[in-house]
């Protein structure tokens, strides 16, 4: 799928990660985004259309697009990228992949493994399960940003921390685009909360 996309010289930021930031490795991919939201039983068409336009700045911008490979908000995102030539990964909760929407078995569990995939997380409207995935952003310190009017989850974490520890502050998106410059810039320029700095700084 890398054959589709076309890096220049501007993209080469884009490039970051473990690997990347590992002086004995010359391996270096490219920045993921995780976009969370309503799945498809309660996903409006308004926030539909947002997570699509999400989708679409993402792939754009040259990022890989993370969703939960589902319906509602993880499909509409994929299509938006899709559509723009983008790269796509949906990592399933089932192990039958009829359940994976056509954009794109580990039970719930894989929550984790999407946040902990992810550089950066944008929340699209949602409910019960796209708040414990924003919690497991959350507790990594990964940069995330709620999209505002789409409803749901999102509009209730907009600029809160969702703890009293403040790992890292919930910030607001009015637009899709704005949604994905917060998300791009902070994955970019490693901007985690100091708190989750210092709780790690305690584990060494």
């Known amino acids: 799928?890398?054959?589709?996309?076309?890096?220049?010289?501007?993209?080469?930021?884009?490039?970051?990660?473990?690997?990347?930031?590992?002086?004995?490795?010359?391996?270096?991919?490219?920045?993921?985004?995780?976009?969370?939201?309503?799945?498809?039983?309660?996903?409006?068409?308004?926030t539909y259309a947002a997570a699509k336009e999400v989708g679409a700045e993402i792939a754009s911008r040259g990022a890989v697009l993370v969703t939960g490979g589902l319906g509602g908000v993880m499909e509409a995102a994929c299509r938006g990228a899709k559509e723009k030539g983008g790269m796509v990964v949906g990592i399933l909760p089932h192990e039958d992949m009829s359940y994976a929407n056509p954009y794109t078995g580990m039970g719930f569990s894989r929550n984790y493994?999407?946040?902990?995939?992810?550089?950066?997380?944008?929340?699209?409207?949602?409910?019960?399960?796209?708040?414990?995935?924003?919690?497991?952003?959350?507790?990594?310190?990964?940069?995330?940003?709620?999209?505002?009017?789409?409803?749901?989850?999102?509009?209730?974490?907009?600029?809160?921390?969702?703890?009293?520890?403040?790992?890292?502050?919930?910030?607001?998106?009015?637009?899709?685009?704005d949604a994905v410059d917060q998300a791009l810039d902070h994955a970019l320029n490693g901007k985690r909360g100091i708190r989750y700095f210092q709780s790690v700084a305690k584990m060494l």
Do not use: N, W
Request: with cysteine; charged share 25%; aromatic share 4%.
């Open 1 to 46: 799928m890398l054959s589709h996309l076309s890096v220049s010289k501007s993209d080469d930021e884009l490039f970051r990660g473990v690997a990347s930031r590992t002086p004995l490795s010359s391996l270096k991919r490219l920045i993921q985004i995780l976009v969370i939201g309503s799945d498809g039983d309660h996903c409006p068409e308004s």
């Open 113 to 177: 493994v999407t946040a902990y995939s992810a550089d950066s997380a944008i929340v699209v409207g949602g409910g019960a399960g796209t708040y414990v995935e924003a919690l497991v952003a959350y507790q990594k310190g990964k940069p995330i940003v709620a999209l505002k009017g789409t409803g749901g989850t999102a509009d209730k974490i907009a600029d809160t921390y969702l703890d009293d520890r403040k790992t890292v502050k919930v910030m607001a998106a009015p637009t899709p685009k």
